[in-house]
């Protein structure tokens, strides 16, 4: 397993991603809206910023008004997203996804609970 992107709460995606984009000379690499967000990953090379605006009142919308702007999760890539989440069961992590489901940019994904994970949202993701 590897670190694969930090998943942040913003209002503006188009604006935040064009400003570390300057900030941080690197590249936007991938742009979309996809279950009730506006989402972008930039590349810093060995890891991701997504960064979600929600178009709706979903998580990040309720994130964003209990905590405001900032880091929502941490994803971790897995090659074998079915035995990470055995692993997470198995040492009495509660899964909120019990089954991968799809992600942004097309991966599958499933988040764990914070409750179990030092108060982080965690989320595995297979390419």
Do not use: C
Request: charged content about 25%.
């Amino acid at each position: 397993m590897q670190f694969d992107h930090a998943g942040l709460a913003t209002d503006d995606v188009a604006e935040l991603s064009q400003q570390f984009a300057a900030l941080f000379e690197v590249d936007i690499v991938h742009e979309e809206t996809f279950d009730g967000m506006k989402i972008a990953f930039l590349d810093f090379g060995n890891g991701y910023f997504e960064l979600l605006e929600p178009m709706d009142s979903g998580p990040i919308s309720r994130h964003l008004e209990r905590n405001g702007p900032g880091i929502h999760h941490l994803a971790v890539e897995t090659e074998d997203l079915e035995s990470a989440l055995a692993r997470a069961r198995d040492a009495g992590v509660e899964l909120i996804d019990e089954r991968p489901r799809e992600g942004a940019w097309g991966h599958s994904v499933a988040f764990l609970h914070p409750r179990d994970t030092g108060g982080i949202l965690l989320e595995f993701v297979e390419h």
